[in-house]
């Protein structure tokens, strides 16, 4: 793990997109705009291609259109007025039903650097009751901007189950869960180890009192025998040497 950006400028705290209202007369009410396309940041040219593709189609505009039996038609058009096209070359459109949350999804085309067709896709809610008319604009967050939706998320991550179980039944956990669960995996393995080689040791003591009492060595016994058999060497030298006065007294004595 190593540092790897300094300064917090260059933290994409902000979401990339951003909506607004441009004409609203109804009460139509609209939630900010998710890309979902994420970039990869394995493949540098890939990313690059994202980013000019959000800047080339940026600003885009949802224009609300007429109402027929409750369902609302709208359709997505760039900053002239034409139609903003999905991958295969359709236009965006659609249409929701008003009075209720309505979520929607638009796939915007765009052609990579490769000449490849490709496409980002992004969603937002749409709710209320917009007139025919009514106008929402969503562009790339600008610089300076308050939105932090982006660090939101980041934050969210940590009690989101994010990761699968150990037991891999799918239920998942989330990375504090997992952190957590590490540390107690971590600690229990440890103490069992640690008791596992307090067992192992007094094993080896045993093993070796047991070899040492048939086959071991003490030095301490072995230096008391030393000076238990030099003593006996002196005290026979003194029987040989009274032994030997008397012989030469008795020899003598003829």
Known sequence: IKVVMTDPKA????????????VSKGSGTFTQPVLSTQAD?????ATADLRNALTASTPMRLLMGDVTNGAQAYS??????????????NAIKGSIVQGQSNDISLEVGYTDSS???QSFKFGMTLAGSANSGDTYSIAMTGAGSL??????????LQTKQTLDSAAGNGTGMSLSGANANMITTVGSKAA??????TATTAVLTQAKSARDSVSGVSLDEEAANLVKYQQYYTASSQI???AQAIFSTLINSL
């Open 192 to 197: 069992q180890g640690k008791n596992d080689s």
């Open 115 to 117: 000449g490849t067709a």
């Open 240 to 242: 040989i040497k009274a």
């Open 11 to 22: 933290i994409a705290s902000a979401s990339p997109l951003t909506g607004s209202s441009i």
């Open 76 to 89: 997505l058009v760039d900053a002239q007025g034409a139609a903003v096209k999905d991958k295969s070359g």
């Open 147 to 156: 939105d932090n939706r982006n660090a939101t998320s980041v934050g969210t």
């Open 41 to 45: 940041i394995y493949n540098p040219t």
